[in-house]
């Protein structure tokens, strides 16, 4: 079993809308989890931390239930530079290492 | 956020030949940085551990004797692709980590990443 699996999409959505990305982890001892977005050829960056208690951060919302090993994303008023694939992240419990979900590719469309 | 700075960006190179690639931490010392390796498509695999002062920690099915790794200060790592063969051409991001704590303590930054092709 993959240490941590997203839906690859693609989600193809109209400007404005509301879109959600959801994914899950193996390891119930990780601690830290990240949604980290890659645009095409270029490298990973940090979008937000995912806290136990949610984080918001303007259009977009973190949540992490840490019984399911569920973690997902909200991004409302979605604009058209939202476009790119947002990567599920998870450090792997007692090291430094984090370890990647393929990625949800997201395109928003005029 | 943290500045990671990846040289070269892009490298076009012979079979045979070797490449380094430097990754620096430019606002912060990173005792630890790790090196991805990105084919397309898929996701970031993580090819090694860089631990500075020390020797590099390499995950499964990746070759030390091919892929060098030098963390000689608390602000640079280099790779070092030796030998390098066609199957080798990627996208090689590198990534610090800042010394957080609490939550945030495994926060990576990323360079900008190289890309390889070899002819």
């Known amino acids: 079993r993959k240490e941590v699996e997203q839906d690859p999409g693609p989600f193809n959505v109209p400007e404005g809308a509301t879109v959600a990305f959801n994914c899950t982890y193996s390891?119930?001892?990780?601690?830290?989890f990240f949604w980290y977005r890659q645009d095409c050829r270029k490298e990973p960056k940090l979008l937000m931390s995912?806290?136990?208690s949610g984080n918001e951060d303007g259009r977009f919302t973190a949540q992490l239930n840490r019984a399911s090993q569920y973690i997902s994303l909200l991004i409302r008023d979605s604009k058209l530079s939202d476009s790119a694939t947002y990567l599920c992240?998870?450090?792997?419990?007692?090291?430094?290492?984090?370890?990647f979900g393929t990625g949800t590719r997201l395109t928003v469309i005029p | 956020g943290a500045v990671v700075s990846q040289h070269p960006s892009w490298v076009i190179c012979k079979s045979g030949t070797s490449v380094k690639i430097e990754c620096r931490s430019l606002?912060?010392?990173?005792?630890?940085m790790f090196w991805y390796r990105q084919f397309p498509k898929q996701s970031l695999m993580l090819m090694a551990t860089?631990?500075?002062?020390?020797?590099?920690?390499?995950e499964q099915g990746v070759e030390k004797d091919k892929f060098l790794i030098n963390h000689a200060s608390l602000t640079l790592s280099t790779l070092t692709v030796t030998s390098a063969h066609p199957e080798d051409s990627s996208f090689y991001i590198c990534?610090?980590?800042?010394?957080?704590?609490?939550?945030?303590?495994?926060?990576?930054?990323f360079g900008a990443g190289t890309r390889l092709s070899v002819l």
């Open positions: 995912v806290y136990s």
């Open positions: 860089s631990n500075e002062g020390s020797k590099a920690t390499y």
């Open positions: 990534s610090a980590r800042a010394l957080g704590s609490g939550r945030d303590k495994n926060i990576q930054y």
């Open positions: 390891n119930s001892a990780s601690q830290s």
């Open positions: 992240v998870v450090n792997a419990a007692g090291a430094n290492n984090l370890f």
């Open positions: 606002d912060f010392q990173a005792t630890t």
